[in-house]
């Protein structure tokens, strides 16, 4: 898989077990006392975020991003809904140009 779309997948389950762990599992931890599901939820999350936070890097690298852009991606994954607006900046940089 190439380095977009690998971080446009990854951005889009680190969104997701973000908005996971904020909408179900704190409400899990606080309202019913089951502090399980934030210590499942967010080591998943970890792991999605360390993966995103390398896919990233691996795209900067790649495509010569400037250092501004690595850190807007960077920004984006700790903003709720971040990585989709995320997916809609690469939609609109990186859609491939239909040839004639």
Do not use: Q
Request: aromatic share 12%; with cysteine.
């Amino acid at each position: 898989m190439n380095a977009l779309r690998t971080l446009r997948v990854l951005g889009l389950l680190e969104g997701g077990s973000l908005l996971f762990l904020i909408c179900v599992a704190m409400p899990l931890k606080y309202f019913c006392h089951w502090p399980l599901a934030v210590r499942v939820t967010g080591g998943m999350h970890g792991l999605l975020f360390l993966l995103f936070v390398s896919a990233v890097y691996r795209c900067a690298s790649e495509l010569h991003w400037p250092a501004r852009h690595a850190l807007l991606a960077c920004a984006a994954a700790v903003l709720p809904g971040g990585t989709w607006l995320l997916n809609r900046w690469l939609d609109r940089s990186y859609a491939e140009k239909p040839t004639t």
